[in-house]
């Protein structure tokens, strides 16, 4: 049995049911927001998604705009936890900036609710995210682990000095987001399906051959 499941049966029912609860209202809510946006969700659609009564996400979110904010939050805890599972510090500096970057494309290319989300979030100025008191607390482990990778890279004479971890982590995100969430408008204008399989793959290979060739000392 999972340390998870264990812990579940630990706690009394009731904790047990609002966890559920409110998981199944963040999910119901994550799909709703994903396809119609903040200003086209409805409240009473997720609560039937979520099988709930309406009242309880108020209860649990306060109203609409709260319950976006935690589903945002949610959203970046799991590609926050997703990274630290890839285990970036135990490889070396190499592997784990080229890791980094296969996986944040993976996830990017998987989670299309991800984009769609923040997508939603800048058309509003990031209003709601500048009122959560967890979002700059689960960035900044990643942050700090890749500056050390960085370093790492340095000391052993593999990457140049000066490299920036925020600038590059938002290289490494902005070369997988543009293609993803442009996808439609860069296939017409082009005149190629860049979402065939081949040319999914030609495209992780740049972004990781340019990411690499910024860092690598020359």
Do not use: C
């Amino acid at each position: 049995m999972s340390k998870a499941a264990r812990l579940d049966i630990d706690l009394p029912p009731r904790l047990r049911d609002a966890d559920r609860s409110q998981q199944a209202i963040l999910d119901a809510a994550r799909d709703e927001f994903a396809q119609l946006g903040l200003g086209g969700a409805r409240v009473d659609r997720i609560a039937e998604r979520a099988a709930v009564n309406k009242r309880l996400i108020y209860y649990y979110f306060g109203n609409k705009d709260g319950l976006f904010l935690a589903v945002l939050e949610n959203t970046y805890l799991q590609i926050r936890e997703a990274e630290r599972q890839l285990h970036l510090a135990d490889l070396p500096p190499v592997d784990a900036v080229r890791r980094l970057t296969e996986f944040t494309w993976t996830y990017y290319l998987e989670h299309p609710e991800f984009i769609t989300l923040l997508n939603s979030e800048n058309l509003h100025r990031a209003t709601h995210l500048e009122q959560s008191l967890r979002i700059r607390e689960m960035n900044s482990p990643l942050i700090q682990t890749l500056g050390e990778i960085l370093e790492r890279g340095r000391a052993l004479g593999q990457f140049r000095g000066g490299v920036d971890p925020v600038q590059l982590y938002i290289s490494i995100a902005a070369l997988a987001y543009f293609y993803l969430s442009n996808q439609h408008t860069l296939s017409t204008i082009f005149g190629r399906d860049l979402m065939t399989p081949k040319a999914r793959s030609e495209r992780l290979s740049h972004v990781t051959e340019v990411i690499l060739g910024y860092v690598l000392r020359s």
